[in-house]
């Protein structure tokens, strides 16, 4: 099975492919909100068109708005060009670790957190306070704590990026059906201003 994987969720993004012959491809760039350049050129590199691949996954964040919405038009884009399957998987189960607490910060004095165990979300993403995440990260003794972005709020962060690599590996190892329409993982409802 042939199988693309993207990955904008953080400052580093992303792509990674699979092919007949489990042969592995991995390109990583700087992946800023206001340019997707970087990650057309990456993907251009690593797409094959005379083997286009059965199944994309999907990083579906939580992480950066516009990335994870980027990620997911290409994937729908792709899947109408040449009919693959879908499957979106979130982005903070995509470090490479057995075990990890995950922090990041999810603006207007709040945080996201989750605790990942072999790819999965054993607990979160949740969205929660500064006094809830210490808590939390209270209990993580020799565990790694990992966040996308330095965060000075919390002692002993580790910084590191999800990785399409492994989005590709969790989305190989995920039962059930693909994804008809996947969608990003908002901690929050959307908000929405208007003006006159």
């Not at 670790?97 to 945080?111: G, K, P, Q």
């Amino acid at each position: 099975m042939k199988v693309l994987a993207l990955e904008l969720s953080s400052a580093v993004g992303s792509v990674a492919s699979l092919d007949d012959q489990w042969q592995r491809q991995l390109r990583s760039f700087p992946a800023d909100r206001k340019d997707s350049g970087l990650f057309y050129e990456n993907l251009q590199a690593i797409y094959q068109p005379d083997a286009p691949p059965d199944l994309i996954v999907i990083g579906l964040g939580p992480g950066s708005y516009s990335g994870v919405r980027i990620a997911i038009a290409t994937a729908l884009g792709l899947r109408s060009a040449i009919g693959a399957r879908l499957r979106g998987v979130p982005s903070i189960s995509a470090i490479d670790r057995a075990e990890y607490f995950f922090v990041s910060d999810a603006r207007r004095n709040s945080f996201a957190f989750a605790h990942v165990v072999g790819g999965r979300c054993l607990e979160g993403p949740l969205l929660c306070d500064q006094k809830q995440v210490r808590e939390r990260l209270a209990q993580a003794g020799e565990r790694p704590i990992i966040s996308t972005q330095p965060m000075l709020q919390f002692e002993g962060i580790i910084v590191e990026h999800p990785s399409a690599l492994r989005l590709l590996e969790l989305g190989l190892e995920l039962d059930g059906p693909a994804d008809e329409t996947p969608e990003p993982i908002y901690l929050r409802a959307p908000y929405f201003t208007f003006s006159q």
